[in-house]
């Protein structure tokens, strides 16, 4: 546990007296194989690509079926006196998770909403330049741009990061990209950074509370993207105290898809607004704006309770333990049968996300150009599937651990891929 | 089936209590204000689980492959249901959603003014507020609407507001009209395509909020041809709450942008809007469920029947209550909502809010309409659907005489 502590960066967590009661690959406690009963995976089928999509609970289901069933008992009494109240309280439990204030809490559908809605309520003038690293998230990156499409002279100042890097290479490689900045002396400013908190493909786990406190230091907003993070690593708020940030439960907390939750300072509100303005509109506030997307299921936003009930049955530091150890061992596992290597020099770059070099001779095999050839053939002929990528001239592929899954599932998935990259290899022989 | 054989108030058909099984209703519910949030029969919920749990079991497959099947087909089904080209359909969660992907798209400039009428719903009002903050020189002229209006005087009044705005000379014009095809309280049905050929013909652009329209009036974009139109499907389609369809016309699609920018972004219209982001999909997928639910009876006879209920429905408050509907002997003019005036003494006694009325009406009757002050009269808004027959209305409106007599007797 040491290791994740120290180096997760984002929490002030201290060093673990008892780490080493806490479950492991090798001691997989209440985790492993017998948690497929909890989740929904049919027989023979491995989920190994958690990080895409998430998936809830058994218990999860009941837990937002019991909302949607309140619902239509009296629909006008729900919406228009039970549903507020309701949200609230999934927001003070996430404050007491994240360490903040629940009135600095607005709950969404999804990341994309949530960067999608401090973007587009930022008021950007000419010459702001906004500050991102080459790994971000596709959307994002698409949502950056069209904030500089819709604005005039604002523009992108990209990062490239290839790793491996180790953290200070990195938070040096994006100083460094200001102070280049700083010296064009061309009027411009950089007015605000996306920095990932753990990055999607490749799958890193960056030393966000150095990059936070740098960029503020040199007067830069930061909107920490930090999708993949509640319920992957611990999460404190008023330690990292970035500008903005968002995160999914849907991903690593266990809610269901459409639950997310974005923190807005309270010197920023009055200027955010949700991307489907509502009729508390300039009347109500913050809470009131956010507390009302229009007509929706809401029962996917308040299974985060079902969520966090689940997770307390195990506690936070098993679960990310275990999962932690898993994706290290496992990537560990999966490099030394297809004789390759994982892409992190340092087990704290990771969290749950392992991304594991495939052996492939030929990059530019076209099969490998798009991603149906592998898409079709992972699900059609394994019944499983793990998102491959090109990083840094090789071709990599993105493992997500989780508490149903044990190192023999590695095994098997490192197998796997050894005969598609095999069956690759000797075609382009 | 032909005219004198669909379903009425009189003669429910396969309608009426029977069809409350059929429903998730407790025992001692009745929902009057279908026009709010919608409701949706059993079967829809069976297939929200069953997509879930379809999902649950192959994420990846369900995300990269098969949801987008299902999504294609629903926009087939509706476009044919709607009559359009299924490439000028998106699926979005609802209509504020949908308001607000086409205004925060449009690219604005200094000088342009947006037509509302004032009965527009209030979400949309403040949309429009929101792009003339955000926007210099953006104005909206709001025309004043007071029901009961004829077709005719109501496009009087706009094109009074067209030209007036014309006259300014200011170099100004109106870039987009936005009309109500349904308002929502009150609730009357509009001149819509008279308005929207109004509007053409002052060159000005128009967004027709039909939040109330799929399964409540036959639509028929190809006749109606407005450039852009949003409508709930959850509202009176009977699917799940977040579900809704947004037509752009093929011309101005190349402008509009979601809400929520993807990794399709610059893609084209369809692709940019196939995909939402990491939703739960289920709510929209049971639009699919909720049209063979309705293929059962058919569109005209869920339509005669609940349209026959708003009218006799609303007939038989009004004798109650002494008072009348808003739209009076204007069959046209109402849709499944009626607006029955409630017999108030003082339309300014301080329980006579909404507010107020809601919590009697939850609290003492578990039941709830919503009421408005509209011109001079306290109207309530109903809700007709096939699960109500004409004794609900009587109840209701017994209820409301109680309601009303005691805050008569109190000022």
């Not at chain 1, 229009?294 to 969520?307: K, M, R, V």
């Not at chain 2, 009745?30 to 919608?38: A, E, K, P």
């Not at chain 2, 003494?345 to 919590?359: G, Q, R, T, V, Y």
């Given at each position: 546990m040491s290791s994740l502590t120290a180096h997760s960066q984002g929490s002030a967590a201290t060093h673990d007296t008892l780490s080493s009661a806490l479950p492991t690959p090798a001691q997989p406690g209440p985790f492993g194989h017998k948690q497929r009963k909890n989740f929904f995976m049919p027989e023979g089928k491995t989920e190994f690509n958690?990080?895409?999509?998430?998936?809830?609970?058994?218990?999860?289901?009941?837990?937002?079926?019991?909302?949607?069933?309140?619902?239509?008992?009296?629909?006008?009494?729900?919406?228009?006196?039970?549903?507020?109240?309701?949200?609230?309280?999934?927001?003070?439990?996430?404050?007491?998770?994240?360490?903040?204030?629940?009135?600095?809490?607005?709950?969404?559908?999804?990341?994309?909403?949530?960067?999608?809605?401090?973007?587009?309520?930022?008021?950007?003038?000419?010459?702001?330049?906004?500050?991102?690293?080459?790994?971000?998230?596709?959307?994002?990156?698409?949502?950056?741009?069209?904030?500089?499409?819709?604005?005039?002279?604002?523009?992108?100042?990209?990062?490239p990061i290839v790793m491996p890097l180790t953290d200070h290479e990195i938070v040096f490689q994006v100083e460094k990209m200001i102070q280049d900045h700083l010296a064009k002396k061309d009027g411009s400013r950089i007015r605000l950074a996306m920095i990932d908190w753990i990055s999607s493909v490749p799958a890193v786990l960056h030393p966000i509370k150095a990059l936070v406190d740098m960029l503020k230091s040199y007067g830069i907003l930061v909107f920490v993207d930090a999708a993949h993070v509640i319920g992957q690593v611990p999460i404190d708020l008023t330690y990292l105290n970035p500008d903005f940030l968002i995160t999914n439960c849907h991903k690593w907390l266990y809610s269901v898809r459409g639950s997310a939750v974005l923190f807005v300072p309270k010197r920023f509100q009055s200027s955010i607004h949700p991307t489907s303005i509502q009729v508390a509109y300039k009347t109500g506030g913050?809470?009131?704006?956010?507390?009302?997307?229009?007509?929706?299921?809401?029962?996917?936003?308040?299974?985060?309770?079902?969520?966090?009930?689940?997770?307390?049955?195990?506690?936070?530091?098993?679960?990310?333990?275990?999962?932690?150890?898993?994706a290290v061992e496992g990537g560990a596992k999966m490099a030394e049968i297809l004789g390759t290597n994982v892409l992190t020099p340092h087990e704290h770059q990771v969290g749950n996300m392992v991304n594991v070099r495939l052996p492939i001779k030929n990059i530019n095999d076209p099969k490998l150009q798009t991603p149906d050839y592998l898409i079709r053939l992972l699900l059609d002929k394994y019944n499983l599937f793990t998102p491959s990528f090109k990083h840094g001239g090789y071709f990599w592929t993105r493992v997500s651990a989780?508490?149903?899954?044990?190192?023999?599932?590695f095994e098997h998935l490192g197998r796997v891929w050894k005969e598609?990259?095999?069956?690759?290899?000797?075609?382009?022989? | 089936m032909t005219n004198a054989e669909l379903p009425t108030a009189a003669n429910p058909g396969p309608f009426g209590h029977k069809q409350r099984k059929n429903f998730l209703f407790p025992e001692n519910y009745?929902?009057?204000?279908?026009?709010?949030?919608?409701t949706f029969p059993k079967v829809v919920q069976d297939d929200i689980r069953a997509f879930q749990d379809r999902c649950e079991q192959n994420p990846d497959r369900w995300n990269r492959c098969d949801l987008f099947t299902y999504m294609d087909d629903i926009r087939t089904q509706l476009a044919e249901f709607i009559n359009c080209d299924k490439a000028e359909l998106a699926l979005v969660n609802n209509t504020t959603a949908g308001v607000n992907t086409v205004l925060r798209s449009l690219p604005f400039v200094p000088g342009d003014r947006i037509l509302v009428l004032s009965t527009g719903f209030i979400a949309v009002n403040q949309t429009v507020r929101y792009i003339c903050d955000a926007h210099e020189d953006v104005k909206v002229i709001e025309v004043p609407v007071t029901f009961p209006l004829s077709d005719k005087d109501l496009l009087n009044k706009v094109e009074e507001a067209l030209k007036a705005h014309q006259e300014l000379k200011d170099g100004s014009r109106i870039k987009l009209g936005i009309v109500d095809w349904i308002s929502s309280v009150p609730s009357v049905i509009h001149p819509v395509k008279e308005l929207v050929e109004l509007l053409h013909s002052y060159g000005a652009l128009v967004y027709v909020d039909g939040?109330?329209?799929?399964?409540?009036?036959?639509?028929?974009?190809?006749?109606?041809?407005?450039?852009?139109?949003?409508?709930?499907?959850?509202?009176?389609?009977?699917?799940?709450?977040?579900?809704?369809?947004?037509?752009?016309?093929?011309?101005?699609?190349?402008?509009?942008h979601p809400i929520s920018i993807t990794g399709d972004y610059n893609s084209g219209f369809e692709k940019e809007f196939s995909f939402l982001g990491t939703q739960d999909y289920s709510s929209i997928l049971s639009i699919l469920t909720a049209l063979k639910f309705r293929k059962q009876y058919g569109e005209d006879a869920i339509i005669s029947y609940t349209h026959s209920l708003a009218i006799e429905g609303g007939k038989a408050m009004a004798k109650i209550l002494g008072t009348h509907t808003l739209t009076r002997d204007d069959d046209?003019?109402?849709?499944?909502?009626?607006?029955?005036?409630?017999?108030?003494?003082?339309?300014?006694?301080?329980?006579?809010?909404?507010?107020?009325?809601?919590?009697?009406?939850?609290?003492?009757?578990?039941?709830?309409?919503?009421?408005?002050?509209?011109?001079?009269?306290?109207?309530?808004?109903?809700?007709?659907?096939i699960y109500l027959e004409l004794e609900d209305f009587v109840r209701l409106a017994n209820i409301w005489k109680e309601v009303i007599e005691g805050l008569n007797a109190s000022s």
């Open positions: 958690h990080g895409s999509y998430g998936t809830f609970t058994r218990s999860v289901q009941e837990n937002m079926m019991k909302w949607h069933n309140r619902v239509e008992e009296n629909p006008d009494r729900w919406t228009r006196l039970d549903l507020k109240p309701a949200l609230i309280k999934v927001r003070t439990q996430l404050a007491e998770f994240m360490n903040c204030d629940k009135d600095e809490l607005a709950l969404v559908q999804n990341t994309t909403i949530g960067v999608n809605t401090i973007l587009r309520s930022l008021d950007f003038i000419p010459g702001d330049r906004i500050l991102q690293l080459s790994t971000l998230y596709d959307a994002v990156d698409k949502t950056t741009r069209y904030i500089c499409d819709t604005h005039k002279d604002v523009e992108i100042i990209e990062v913050f809470e009131n704006e956010f507390s009302w997307s229009g007509t929706l299921d809401y029962s996917t936003i308040l299974s985060i309770e079902g969520a966090l009930e689940f997770r307390k049955q195990y506690g936070e530091d098993a679960i990310i333990h275990y999962c932690h150890r898993l989780q508490i149903y899954l044990e190192l023999s599932d598609v990259i095999d069956e690759l290899n000797a075609e382009n022989a | 009745t929902q009057f204000n279908h026009g709010s949030y919608g939040a109330h329209t799929i399964g409540q009036v036959p639509v028929d974009l190809g006749y109606l041809r407005p450039d852009f139109y949003i409508t709930n499907c959850h509202k009176w389609l009977f699917s799940a709450r977040g579900s809704a369809l947004l037509y752009v016309a093929k011309r101005h699609q190349h402008l509009i046209d003019k109402v849709a499944n909502m009626v607006n029955v005036a409630l017999p108030i003494k003082d339309l300014k006694h301080p329980k006579a809010n909404n507010a107020d009325f809601m919590k009697i009406m939850l609290d003492k009757y578990n039941l709830y309409t919503p009421a408005f002050i509209h011109g001079d009269h306290l109207y309530t808004r109903v809700s007709a659907q």
